[in-house]
Protein backbone atom coordinates (compact mmCIF):
# COMPACT_ATOMS: atom_id res chain seq x y z
CA UNK A 1 0.00 0.00 0.00
CA UNK A 2 1.34 3.61 -0.77
CA UNK A 3 0.21 6.69 -0.03
CA UNK A 4 0.82 9.49 -2.66
CA UNK A 5 -0.20 12.45 -3.86
CA UNK A 6 -3.56 13.33 -5.26
CA UNK A 7 -3.76 13.97 -9.03
CA UNK A 8 -6.17 15.27 -11.52
CA UNK A 9 -6.39 12.07 -13.00
CA UNK A 10 -7.93 10.47 -10.02
CA UNK A 11 -11.29 12.73 -10.55
CA UNK A 12 -13.33 9.94 -12.23
CA UNK A 13 -12.75 7.94 -9.61
CA UNK A 14 -12.93 9.90 -6.45
CA UNK A 15 -16.38 11.32 -8.32
CA UNK A 16 -17.83 8.10 -8.51
CA UNK A 17 -17.17 7.54 -4.48
CA UNK A 18 -18.49 10.94 -3.67
CA UNK A 19 -21.51 9.97 -5.60
CA UNK A 20 -21.99 6.96 -4.61
CA UNK A 21 -24.86 6.61 -1.69
CA UNK A 22 -23.84 4.14 0.77
CA UNK A 23 -19.88 5.40 0.42
CA UNK A 24 -21.81 9.17 1.25
CA UNK A 25 -23.90 6.90 3.93
CA UNK A 26 -20.64 5.87 5.45
CA UNK A 27 -18.42 9.20 5.19
CA UNK A 28 -21.57 11.20 6.98
CA UNK A 29 -22.92 12.85 4.05
CA UNK A 30 -25.23 12.84 1.07
CA UNK A 31 -24.25 12.26 -2.52
CA UNK A 32 -22.55 15.28 -4.44
CA UNK A 33 -24.95 16.09 -7.07
CA UNK A 34 -22.40 18.10 -9.43
CA UNK A 35 -21.99 16.97 -12.81
CA UNK A 36 -18.58 15.81 -13.37
CA UNK A 37 -17.34 18.50 -14.93
CA UNK A 38 -18.14 20.84 -12.10
CA UNK A 39 -16.54 18.55 -9.93
CA UNK A 40 -13.52 18.33 -11.79
CA UNK A 41 -13.67 22.31 -11.62
CA UNK A 42 -13.72 22.08 -7.81
CA UNK A 43 -11.31 19.37 -7.93
CA UNK A 44 -8.42 21.20 -10.00
CA UNK A 45 -8.52 23.97 -7.82
CA UNK A 46 -7.92 21.52 -4.70
CA UNK A 47 -5.05 20.25 -5.98
CA UNK A 48 -3.55 23.31 -7.59
CA UNK A 49 -4.34 25.57 -4.05
CA UNK A 50 -4.09 23.49 -1.32
CA UNK A 51 -4.93 24.61 2.13
CA UNK A 52 -2.78 24.72 4.88
CA UNK A 53 -5.13 23.32 7.52
CA UNK A 54 -5.29 20.01 5.41
CA UNK A 55 -3.11 17.48 3.63
CA UNK A 56 -4.86 15.02 1.21
CA UNK A 57 -3.54 11.59 -0.33
CA UNK A 58 -4.74 8.91 -2.42
CA UNK A 59 -4.59 5.00 -1.46
CA UNK A 60 -2.97 2.83 -3.76
CA UNK A 61 -1.80 -0.85 -3.45
CA UNK A 62 1.19 -2.05 -4.36
CA UNK A 63 0.18 -2.45 -8.52
CA UNK A 64 -1.06 1.15 -8.50
CA UNK A 65 -4.63 0.53 -8.13
CA UNK A 66 -6.33 3.79 -6.64
CA UNK A 67 -8.48 2.43 -4.48
CA UNK A 68 -9.24 5.37 -1.61
CA UNK A 69 -8.69 8.50 -0.02
CA UNK A 70 -7.08 9.75 3.90
CA UNK A 71 -6.52 12.92 4.61
CA UNK A 72 -5.75 15.01 7.86
CA UNK A 73 -7.03 18.28 8.23
CA UNK A 74 -8.41 20.71 10.86
CA UNK A 75 -4.15 21.06 12.04
CA UNK A 76 -3.79 23.02 14.70
CA UNK A 77 -0.12 23.49 15.85
CA UNK A 78 -1.06 25.64 18.74
CA UNK A 79 -2.84 22.38 20.56
CA UNK A 80 -0.28 19.88 18.26
CA UNK A 81 -3.61 18.08 16.62
CA UNK A 82 -5.56 16.97 13.50
CA UNK A 83 -8.93 15.40 12.51
CA UNK A 84 -7.98 12.33 10.23
CA UNK A 85 -10.28 10.70 7.36
CA UNK A 86 -9.80 7.58 5.47
CA UNK A 87 -12.23 6.00 2.68
CA UNK A 88 -11.46 2.64 0.75
CA UNK A 89 -14.12 3.35 -2.31
CA UNK A 90 -13.26 0.54 -4.12
CA UNK A 91 -15.30 -2.01 -2.20
CA UNK A 92 -13.46 -4.93 -3.93
CA UNK A 93 -10.16 -4.22 -1.30
CA UNK A 94 -12.49 -3.85 2.08
CA UNK A 95 -11.45 -5.72 4.37
CA UNK A 96 -7.82 -6.83 3.18
CA UNK A 97 -6.17 -4.22 5.92
CA UNK A 98 -5.45 -1.79 3.24
CA UNK A 99 -7.32 0.51 5.45
CA UNK A 100 -5.20 -0.36 8.75
CA UNK A 101 -2.10 -0.16 6.60
CA UNK A 102 -3.06 3.69 5.27
CA UNK A 103 -4.14 4.62 8.61
CA UNK A 104 -0.71 3.32 10.38
CA UNK A 105 1.41 5.36 7.79
CA UNK A 106 -0.28 8.25 7.55
CA UNK A 107 0.11 8.54 11.85
CA UNK A 108 3.62 7.88 11.23
CA UNK A 109 4.08 10.71 9.16
CA UNK A 110 1.57 12.99 11.24
CA UNK A 111 3.94 12.41 14.43
CA UNK A 112 7.08 11.94 12.70
CA UNK A 113 6.65 14.65 10.11
CA UNK A 114 4.72 17.10 11.33
CA UNK A 115 5.31 16.24 15.40
CA UNK A 116 1.71 16.29 16.38
CA UNK A 117 1.02 15.16 19.51
CA UNK A 118 -2.64 14.10 18.99
CA UNK A 119 -5.02 12.51 16.49
CA UNK A 120 -8.67 12.30 16.36
CA UNK A 121 -11.66 11.25 14.36
CA UNK A 122 -15.06 10.88 14.14
CA UNK A 123 -16.47 7.53 12.92
CA UNK A 124 -20.37 6.41 12.50
CA UNK A 125 -21.20 4.80 15.86
CA UNK A 126 -22.68 1.71 14.11
CA UNK A 127 -19.56 1.61 11.64
CA UNK A 128 -17.85 -1.64 13.33
CA UNK A 129 -15.69 -2.15 10.50
CA UNK A 130 -14.23 0.79 10.69
CA UNK A 131 -13.83 1.29 14.68
CA UNK A 132 -11.68 -1.91 14.39
CA UNK A 133 -9.20 -0.96 12.08
CA UNK A 134 -8.97 2.76 13.94
CA UNK A 135 -8.61 0.13 17.07
CA UNK A 136 -5.48 -1.54 14.98
CA UNK A 137 -4.09 1.69 14.41
CA UNK A 138 -3.80 2.61 18.01
CA UNK A 139 -6.93 5.05 18.13
CA UNK A 140 -8.62 4.64 21.53
CA UNK A 141 -12.62 5.52 22.39
CA UNK A 142 -12.68 8.96 24.12
CA UNK A 143 -16.84 9.75 23.46
CA UNK A 144 -19.92 9.47 22.19
CA UNK A 145 -21.18 12.55 20.21
CA UNK A 146 -24.22 13.70 18.62
CA UNK A 147 -24.34 15.95 15.55
CA UNK A 148 -26.70 16.61 12.48
CA UNK A 149 -29.02 13.78 13.77
CA UNK A 150 -26.46 11.10 13.52
CA UNK A 151 -24.24 9.27 16.19
CA UNK A 152 -20.57 9.26 16.58
CA UNK A 153 -17.92 7.73 18.29
CA UNK A 154 -14.88 9.84 18.80
CA UNK A 155 -11.44 8.39 19.00
CA UNK A 156 -7.75 9.41 19.50
CA UNK A 157 -4.58 8.66 19.84
CA UNK A 158 -1.39 10.27 21.29
CA UNK A 159 1.82 10.17 19.56
CA UNK A 160 3.77 9.02 22.74
CA UNK A 161 1.52 5.88 23.17
CA UNK A 162 1.51 5.40 19.55
CA UNK A 163 5.42 5.35 19.37
CA UNK A 164 5.02 2.82 22.22
CA UNK A 165 2.74 0.51 20.65
CA UNK A 166 4.40 0.72 16.90
CA UNK A 167 8.38 1.86 17.12
CA UNK A 168 9.65 4.93 16.58
CA UNK A 169 10.23 8.17 18.35
CA UNK A 170 9.51 11.48 18.44
CA UNK A 171 11.80 14.04 17.53
CA UNK A 172 11.10 17.80 17.46
CA UNK A 173 12.39 19.25 14.31
CA UNK A 174 15.46 21.76 14.63
CA UNK A 175 13.44 25.00 13.59
CA UNK A 176 10.72 24.11 16.44
CA UNK A 177 11.88 26.20 19.46
CA UNK A 178 9.65 23.71 21.96
CA UNK A 179 11.47 21.66 24.27
CA UNK A 180 11.06 17.65 24.00
CA UNK A 181 9.36 17.40 26.98
CA UNK A 182 6.77 20.37 25.54
CA UNK A 183 6.67 18.53 22.04
CA UNK A 184 5.24 15.57 23.95
CA UNK A 185 2.47 17.02 26.18
CA UNK A 186 -1.13 16.10 24.32
CA UNK A 187 -3.25 18.80 22.57
CA UNK A 188 -6.74 17.75 21.26
CA UNK A 189 -9.50 16.22 18.47
CA UNK A 190 -11.34 12.45 12.31
CA UNK A 191 -13.22 9.34 9.78
CA UNK A 192 -15.14 7.92 7.69
CA UNK A 193 -14.96 4.27 6.77
CA UNK A 194 -11.09 2.82 6.66
CA UNK A 195 -12.04 -0.61 5.25
Given at each position: ???????????????????D????????????R??????????????????????????????????????????????????????????????????T??????????????????????????????????????????????????????????????????????????????T????????????????
Amino acid sequence: MVLRAKLFSDVDRDYAWRSDPELAELDATTPIRLSLDEYGRHYRDEINYPSPWSVRYAIETNDGVHIGNAMYYDIDRSKSQCELGIMIGDRDYWSHGYGTDAILTLLRSIFEEQALDRVYLHTLAYNERAQKSFRKSGFNDLESVHRDRRDFLKMEVFSVAWFEEFGGSVEQPEDDPQTADESQTPGATGAADPG
